[in-house]
C-alpha cells in the first residue's frame, strides 16, 4: 500500500490523472474478476488520493527569479 | 490627332485613363509624403492630400482599406502609402488610391518584417512540424518577459489561479530598446538548462516599435532552437510577430499564455470529482452483484443444514459397509462351501478308486470288444456262405424257366375262357344290331337278328 502511495506520488499529475481514467474506464467495462476490481479501486483511491492532495497543497505555486548568474530567488509579484 | 481630328473631353480623359491602367509602374506605386487635408467621408471613404514641399497629389483611400489602417491620419503626419495612380475622368485629376497607409519611420520595420518573414517561411520555420506539443500539466514553467509590468504579474496570477501545482521561473529581460532582442534570446537559450515544462516569451501590448524585438531574427532563431515548448505571448491583436510564427503556440496577450500553458485547477478537481464518483459507483455495483451472488450460495440448504452433507453421507457410508461386510461373506461362504464339497468328494478321499474303475471298464471293455470281433466276423462270413449258396445264383436259368411255365399255365386258362370254342362245340350267338341277345325276352316278333356259328353267320327273323 506505501509502495502504491510512493509509486503514485512519483508519477506526474498527468500520469495519475491518465491512470485514474484508464482504470475507471476498465472496471467500467465490467468484466474485470472481483480481486483484481478491488486492486484496481485500491490502487485508484491511492490515484485519487494523491492527486487531491497534490491539488490542495499547492496552494499558491512558487515564483522564482533566475538571475543571469544563476542564482534562483524568491520572486514576489504583488508590489 | 494625326489626323488633326478634335475629339472630346471625356475621350480624352478615358483615354488617359487607359494609358495609365496599362503602365505597370502606376498599378503599384510606393510614395511617401506628408498628410494634409484629411477628410474622412459619411460614405467611409477617406479622402485627402498627399505633398512635399515642392508638390503634392490627390489621395482617396475607399472604405474597404480605411478601415484596416492601425492608426488614426492626422494633417502633417508623414506617412508611407502603397496604391495605384489613376485618373478622375470627370475632373481630369490625377489622383492615387492608396490600398495600404502607415506612419513613416515605421515604414522601413514593416519592410523588414515582411523580409525577414518570407526568408523564414521560405526556409522552413514556420512549418507544423516543428510545433512541439504543450505540455498539459506542467510542473515547471519558465517565462523570458520583463521583470516588472503587467505581463509577468498576469502570468503569475493567472498560473496561480487555475494551477497552483507549478514552479514559475522568470527570466528577466529587456522587452524594448537597444539589446532587447540580444537580451530575449540569451534568456531564451539560459532557461533550456532548467528542465522547465514550457516556457512563456512575451510582452505586455506596445506599438509596433515597442514590440519590434520580437520581430528580430535572433529572437525567432532562439524560439525555433528552444527545446522547451514555446508559447508566445505578445500583446497585440491584430498582427503576429515573427516569434509568433516560429513559436510552437500563441497567445494574443500574457494572461492568455498562461492559459494555455496549464489546466484550470477547478475543471481538474471537478474531472477528479466525476471519476471518483464513477469509480465508487461501479466499484459498489460490482460489490452489490457478488455479494448477492454470496447470498445466493448461502441460501443454499447445503449451508443451511450442513448435516445433511455428512448424514447423507454417513447412510451412503453404512450402506456401502453393510454391502461389503454382505458380499465378503458370501464369497468367503462359497468358496468354503466348495472347499468343503471338493474336500468331502469321494475321489479326494479314495484317490485310488478312481484309478481302479476306470481300469475296470477298460478290461471289460477291452474284452467285450475282443469277443464281439469273432462274431462279427462269423456272422459275416456266414451271410457270405449263405449267399454263394443261393439256388438262382447257382441256376441263373432256372428263373427264366419258371416263368415261361408260369406263362404257359396262364394261357391254356385264357384258353378255356375263349367264347369261340364254345361255338365250335355247336353252340351259337344271337345277335340284335350287333350286340349280343342272351335273353328270349329282349327279341320281339317280326326282329331282325343275326346269329354267329363256327364257321359264319345266318341272318334270320323272329316269327
Redesign the interface.
Known amino acids: 500500500m506505501e509502495n502504491e502511495e510512493n509509486k503514485s506520488n512519483e508519477m506526474?499529475?498527468?500520469e495519475s490523472?491518465k491512470e485514474?481514467?484508464a482504470?475507471?474506464r476498465r472496471?467500467?467495462m465490467?468484466d474485470?474478476p472481483?480481486d483484481d476490481?478491488i486492486d484496481e479501486?485500491h490502487k485508484?483511491?491511492i490515484l485519487?488520493k494523491t492527486?487531491?492532495k497534490?491539488?490542495s497543497e499547492?496552494?499558491?505555486?512558487?515564483?522564482?527569479?533566475?538571475k543571469?548568474n544563476g542564482d534562483?530567488i524568491d520572486?514576489n509579484?504583488d508590489? | 490627332m494625326i489626323n488633326e481630328e478634335y475629339i472630346t473631353v471625356t475621350r480624352l480623359n478615358k483615354y488617359v485613363q487607359r494609358q495609365m491602367s496599362r503602365d505597370p509602374n502606376l498599378k503599384t506605386v510606393y510614395l511617401k509624403g506628408e498628410i494634409s487635408n484629411y477628410k474622412v467621408y459619411p460614405s467611409g471613404h477617406h479622402y485627402f492630400t498627399i505633398k512635399d514641399d515642392k508638390s503634392s497629389i490627390s489621395a482617396v483611400m475607399f472604405y474597404l482599406f480605411a478601415k484596416k489602417l492601425q492608426f488614426k491620419p492626422e494633417d502633417g503626419m508623414k506617412v508611407l502609402v502603397k496604391g495605384e495612380v489613376s485618373i478622375y475622368p470627370s475632373t481630369g485629376k490625377y489622383q492615387i488610391i492608396v490600398r495600404k497607409m502607415m506612419e513613416d519611420g515605421v515604414g522601413n520595420l514593416y519592410v523588414a518584417y515582411n523580409q525577414l518573414k518570407n526568408r523564414l517561411e521560405k526556409e522552413g520555420y514556420f512549418k507544423e512540424e516543428h510545433k512541439k506539443p504543450i505540455?498539459?500539466?506542467p510542473?515547471k514553467i519558465g517565462v523570458v518577459t520583463a521583470?516588472?509590468g503587467a505581463a509577468?504579474?498576469d502570468i503569475?496570477?493567472t498560473?496561480?489561479r487555475r494551477?497552483?501545482?507549478?514552479?514559475?521561473?522568470?527570466?528577466?529581460t529587456l522587452v524594448q530598446g537597444q539589446g532587447s532582442a540580444e537580451n530575449i534570446a540569451r534568456q531564451i537559450r539560459?532557461?533550456q538548462n532548467?528542465h522547465l515544462d514550457t516556457l512563456i516569451v512575451g510582452r505586455g501590448g506596445g506599438s509596433i516599435e515597442d514590440l519590434w524585438s520580437f520581430n528580430e531574427e535572433i529572437v525567432a532563431k532562439a524560439i525555433f532552437e528552444s527545446k522547451t515548448p514555446v508559447i508566445s505571448a505578445v500583446g497585440h491583436e491584430v498582427d503576429f510577430t515573427i516569434a509568433d510564427f516560429i513559436a510552437d503556440m500563441r497567445a494574443p496577450t500574457p494572461t492568455a499564455a498562461a492559459e494555455m500553458a496549464v489546466p484550470d485547477?477547478s475543471e481538474?478537481?471537478n474531472?477528479?470529482d466525476s471519476?471518483?464518483i464513477?469509480?465508487r459507483e461501479?466499484?459498489n455495483k460490482?460489490l452489490d452483484s457478488?455479494s448477492q451472488r454470496l447470498q445466493d450460495i448461502k441460501n443454499r440448504n447445503m449451508f443451511k443444514n450442513p448435516q445433511e452433507i455428512y448424514s447423507q453421507k454417513e447412510m451412503d457410508l453404512d450402506m456401502s459397509k453393510e454391502r461389503l461386510n454382505y458380499s465378503a461373506n458370501r464369497i468367503i461362504m462359497e468358496k468354503e462351501s466348495r472347499f468343503n464339497r471338493l474336500k468331502d468328494s469321494y475321489y479326494l478321499r479314495n484317490p485310488y478308486d478312481f484309478a481302479d474303475n476306470k481300469e475296470r471298464i477298460y478290461t471289460e471293455l477291452s474284452q467285450r470288444l475282443k469277443e464281439n470281433m469273432d462274431d462279427v466276423i462269423k456272422s459275416k462270413e456266414r451271410s457270405l456262405i449263405r449267399a454263394k449258396e443261393f439256388y438262382t445264383i447257382r441256376n441263373p436259368k432256372a428263373l427264366t424257366k419258371n416263368k415261361e411255365q408260369r406263362f404257359l399255365e396262364i394261357f391254356n386258362k385264357l384258353e378255356l375262357l375263349n367264347p369261340m370254342l364254345t361255338i365250335k362245340r355247336g353252340y351259337t350267338l344271337t345277335k340284335k344290331d350287333g350286340k349280343v341277345v342272351s335273353k328270349s325276352k329282349d327279341l320281339e316278333k317280326g326282329d331282325r337278328i343275326e346269329i354267329e356259328f363256327s364257321d359264319g353267320n345266318v341272318e334270320s327273323e323272329v316269327l
Open positions: 506526474s499529475f498527468e490523472l485514474l481514467e482504470i475507471v472496471l467500467e465490467g474485470v472481483l476490481a479501486f485508484a483511491m485519487v492527486c487531491d497534490k491539488l499547492a496552494k499558491e505555486s512558487i515564483a522564482h527569479l533566475v543571469e534562483i520572486f509579484v508590489e | 505540455p498539459k500539466f510542473k521583470q516588472t509577468i504579474h503569475i496570477t498560473i496561480e494551477w497552483p501545482l507549478c514552479e514559475i521561473l522568470l527570466f528577466p539560459y532557461s532548467f485547477c481538474i478537481s474531472q477528479m471519476l471518483n464513477r469509480l461501479v466499484m460490482k457478488y
